[in-house]
C-alpha cells in the first residue's frame, strides 16, 4: 500500500538513480564514504540530519514521505484537541499537505468502489469539502 511500508533508502537510491547522479557526488556533498552511502541506501531509517542533507541534494522532500504516512495511516486523536495548549517552543501546522499521490490514491479507492465518500472521511480524516474539491477537478 501506499506509503505503508516506509524504506527510505531504497527511496533515496531511486531518486539517485532517477537522477543519474554519481556516487562521487553523493559521497561529497553529504561527506562520506562510498561504503557509507550505500549502507545508507540499505538502512530503512535515517538520522533526520541526514534526510535533510539528502532532501537538498536531490531536490526531494522526503520528509513528506513520512507526513503522507501520518496522514493516511495514524488513528484519529484520543485528545480533546481544544483542551490542548499550544507551546511557542515547536511550530504548529493548521492544515494537513496533500500530495498528488495522496490525492490519486483516495481518489482510486472511490472510483474503483472500495470506499465510499463517508468512508473516506471517517478512515482518513479528510475534510468533505477537501473530498468534494478533490472531485471536482477530475
Same mark, same amino acid.
Given at each position: 500500500?501506499?506509503?505503508?511500508? @516506509?524504506?527510505?533508502?531504497?527511496?533515496?537510491?531511486?531518486?539517485?538513480?532517477?537522477?543519474?547522479?554519481?556516487? #562521487?557526488?553523493?559521497?561529497?556533498?553529504?561527506?562520506?564514504?562510498?561504503?557509507?552511502? #550505500?549502507?545508507?541506501?540499505? &538502512?530503512?531509517?535515517?538520522?533526520?540530519?541526514?534526510?535533510?542533507?539528502?532532501?537538498?541534494?536531490? #531536490?526531494?522532500?522526503?520528509?513528506?514521505?513520512?507526513?503522507?504516512?501520518?496522514?493516511?495511516?495514524?488513528?484519529?486523536?484520543?485528545?480533546?484537541?481544544?483542551?490542548?495548549?499550544? &507551546?511557542?517552543?515547536?511550530?504548529?501546522?493548521?492544515?494537513?499537505?496533500?500530495?498528488?499521490?495522496?490525492?490519486?490514491?483516495? @481518489?482510486?479507492?472511490?472510483?474503483?468502489?472500495?470506499?465510499?465518500?463517508? #468512508?473516506?472521511?471517517?478512515?482518513?480524516?479528510?475534510?468533505?469539502?477537501?473530498?468534494?474539491?478533490?472531485?471536482?477537478?477530475?
Amino acid at each position: 500500500m501506499l506509503y505503508k511500508e @516506509i524504506h527510505i533508502g531504497k527511496f533515496i537510491q531511486e531518486r539517485v538513480n532517477e537522477l543519474e547522479m554519481s556516487l #562521487e557526488r553523493v559521497c561529497s556533498f553529504l561527506k562520506k564514504d562510498e561504503e557509507a552511502v #550505500e549502507k545508507m541506501f540499505e &538502512s530503512k531509517s535515517l538520522d533526520t540530519d541526514l534526510l535533510l542533507r539528502c532532501s537538498k541534494l536531490l #531536490e526531494y522532500d522526503f520528509f513528506r514521505i513520512y507526513s503522507s504516512h501520518l496522514i493516511l495511516y495514524s488513528p484519529p486523536s484520543a485528545v480533546d484537541k481544544t483542551k490542548n495548549p499550544k &507551546s511557542d517552543k515547536i511550530p504548529y501546522f493548521r492544515k494537513n499537505i496533500y500530495t498528488q499521490e495522496i490525492k490519486d490514491f483516495i @481518489i482510486g479507492k472511490i472510483q474503483s468502489g472500495e470506499m465510499t465518500h463517508s #468512508e473516506i472521511i471517517e478512515e482518513y480524516s479528510i475534510p468533505k469539502s477537501t473530498l468534494h474539491r478533490w472531485l471536482q477537478k477530475i
